[in-house]
């Protein structure tokens, strides 16, 4: 109960401050957790990211004051953060279908996002494999990319952009090459980590655990400091990938608001596993604290 109040209190002040710069800090400050840790709880409950989720409400509010009212476009595009009116009016053609000017026509049909507010659901009990884990630091090394976690498709895109960074990893010769620095055969499992988290884009890296010898020539080395773990797998599949989706929806949105315990911020891994049989399981590690007072 306490984490949807404080939930709501934090929409409330999204509200409240449509028509101002709404500062992400103060935010997740009312939702007691870190701007990070709210940000990405919120685009697994919600779906969309909370820049789009404001940009939505903002677009909402306009129309019904250029329907309501004889405002200026010019006004109402400074009022809802727009630099200019041109700017103003692409975005809300773009939601809306139509110009600004023409939201006043008699019968003319726009889209209304509606205030966003969190409640419990009730939904048949399926159960959240986890365990807690203190790891000591470790270094990994491999080749890595930036991700793109930005624009109205955000919470999606990364599940987009990472499988075709696999899929060029494997088909180039990578992925062997990685496998074969460490002495893993051809069938060796990698692994993944995701760092190094820059607002709206991370990077995200393919690789595994450096060897004794050293760092291979052509790859990165990352340094990954001690941490504590909240470790989740997703179970047994023959292509090692299905579950990791839904996994991370249900990290995110089931087991953060549900725990006592927080995102620190710090490297996650995606770590892949070969159970035999033609059968493999991945896990996700998040580096958790205790939230203050549990």
């Known amino acids: 109960m306490d984490w949807l109040k404080r939930m709501n209190n934090a929409m409330e002040y999204v509200e409240t401050h449509l028509s101002e710069e709404i ?22 409950i919600t779906s969309v990211p ?8 903002r677009l909402t509010l306009a129309a019904f004051e250029l329907q309501q009212s004889d405002v200026k476009v010019i006004d109402t595009a400074l009022k809802y953060g727009y630099e200019s009116p041109e700017a103003f009016s692409r975005a809300f053609k773009k939601m809306h279908g139509v110009m600004p000017m023409s939201a006043r026509e008699k019968g003319i049909a726009l889209k209304a996002y509606p205030r966003l507010s969190f409640h419990i659901s009730i939904r ?35 599940f987009v ?16 090459r990685i496998r074969a620095a460490v002495g893993l055969g051809g069938n060796g499992q990698i692994h993944a980590v995701l760092y190094n988290h820059q ?38 599949y023959p292509d090692g990938q299905s579950g990791i989706h839904e996994l991370w929806r249900r990290i995110w949105g089931e087991w953060f608001p549900s725990s006592n315990y927080e995102f620190a911020n710090g490297p996650e891994f995606e770590m892949t596993y070969d159970r035999g049989n033609n059968m493999y399981e991945m896990e996700v590690w998040i580096p958790v604290v205790k939230k203050p007072g549990a």
């Not at 909370?50 to 409400?57: D, M, P, T, V």
């Not at 959240?128 to 930005?150: D, L, P």
């Not at 952009?161 to 062997?176: N, R």
Request: with cysteine; net charge negative; hydrophobic share 35%.
């Open 199 to 236: 607002g709206e884009k991370f990077s995200y890296m393919i690789g595994y655990f450096l060897p004794q010898s050293g760092l291979p020539g052509e790859f990165e080395k990352l340094q990954i400091p001690p941490q504590m773990y909240a470790i989740f797998p997703t179970g047994l």
């Open 50 to 57: 909370l820049s789009e989720y404001i940009r939505r409400r």
């Open 23 to 44: 500062d992400f800090d103060q935010v997740a400050k009312i939702a007691y957790c870190s701007t990070y840790h709210f940000q990405r709880m919120f685009s697994f």
């Open 161 to 176: 952009e990472i499988p075709a960074f696999w899929t060029k990893v494997v088909s180039d010769g990578t992925a062997d």
């Open 124 to 158: 048949g009990d399926v159960e959240m494999n986890y365990k807690i884990e203190e790891k000591q630091g470790f270094e990994m090394f491999g080749v890595s990319t930036v991700i793109n976690a930005a624009g109205e498709d955000s919470f999606e895109q990364p």
